[in-house]
């Protein structure tokens, strides 16, 4: 199935959004591997590829004659992103993964010895390094331990003081596949006077959010996992609020309203999210990521709909029940409100890096994470792909 460019933005009808069959024939790696590992890399669908494509043959044999149009997809892009979380075109800034994303808060906020910032334990270190690189600027990180897999808001307040300025944690936990309650984690950050940094990678793509319901002041994500967009292509919000509590990174042409004029030069940055992009965009990568979120946007997700992330929680508690039923021992919880498309498992008595590798025989692509195998399936994964691993836990345990 070849999907051009033009057709991947164009909308679908109400009977296609729910045709999961259409959105498995978009993903070409599904005619060899069942692939669950989308919580690490996932595979791009065809419209990805499609804009790639057209960027590459408009590269070999244009150059930079088409750079305007290339300038007016990107904000097609950002307008897209946008809309899917409930914010403002010049709320979102183009970065290069959830990493950067978190540096532009970290390295950018005023702050004041004797300050601290407050998250749960078992974050991605992503989420943990810059904040511990603060440390050497007088500000405390205080990490709050859980309650199981779970983040304990009352735990959160707890550890939360008058020198608390921000609160981060993860959308949903890498490991465990538990999913929080966005607002209500934010509401414990803006009850303590602090502002609340989501790391949505691990949900964006998935699951709805609108950043303005739920009060979240500053969000990043990579691309490259449940967006299904290529690696070193991701998005960054900061409510209109704030940017000025960011010290604007990475400062170039870029990052000024005069922009293209190359001549003019003084320093007047932009009033919006656009400050952090510093110089030329990955153009390339975004164009790739769009083609993604075009693609899931026609099969309804947005901050108010559902449908992909209820699609995929039933994937996710299928497959969960199956390995239970198959003797495996499952860590992940098949909660409708705090799970996800993460299935945390091991067959007993085997080693999990092993069983993975043995998966990979059997044309089954999952990660080794802590100690356990773990499978993070997607909305276009469906029946035969669960089979496929009940099949070979049944086979090696």
Known sequence: M?????????????????????????????????????????????????????????????????????????????????????????????????????????????????????????????????????EKRGVEVRIVELDGDKICPQRIADACDDRTRIVAASWVGYASGYRIDVAELAEVAHQAGALFFLDAIQGMGVFPIDVKASNVDFLAADGHKWMLGPEGAGLFYVAQEHLDKLRPMNVGWNSVKQGNDFSNVKLDIRDSALRYEGGSPNMVGNFGLGGSLDLLKQFGLAKDQSAVGDRVLENS?????????????????????????????????????????????????????????????????????????????NELK
């Open 2 to 134: 070849t999907i051009s460019a033009s057709e991947a933005t164009s909308n679908s009808t109400s009977d296609q959004s729910k045709d999961w069959n259409s959105f498995r024939k978009s993903m070409p790696v599904t005619e060899k591997w069942s692939y669950l590992d989308h919580a690490a890399v996932a595979p791009l669908p065809q419209p990805s590829a499609a804009w790639i494509n057209k960027w590459m043959t408009e590269s070999l044999t244009e150059g930079d004659v088409v750079w305007g149009s290339w300038a007016a997809r990107l904000e097609e892009i950002r307008a897209t992103a946008a809309e899917i979380i409930g914010a403002d075109t010049t709320e979102m800034a183009f970065v290069a993964n959830t990493t950067f994303g978190i540096n532009l808060v970290s390295d950018g906020f005023c702050w004041n010895e004797g300050d601290n910032i407050v998250l749960p334990d078992h974050e991605f270190p992503s989420n943990v390094y810059p904040w511990m690189a603060l």
């Open 317 to 393: 508690r299928k497959l969960h029940e199956q390995l239970i039923n198959a003797g495996a021992n499952v860590f992940s919880t098949a909660d409708a409100d705090c799970g996800s498309g993460i299935v945390s498992f091991e067959i007993p008595g085997k080693p999990s890096d092993q069983m993975r590798q043995e998966f990979l025989k059997r044309k089954i692509v999952t990660s080794f994470r802590g100690g356990k195998l773990r499978a993070s399936i997607h909305c276009y994964n469906d029946d035969s792909d669960i089979a496929r691993v009940i099949d070979a836990v």
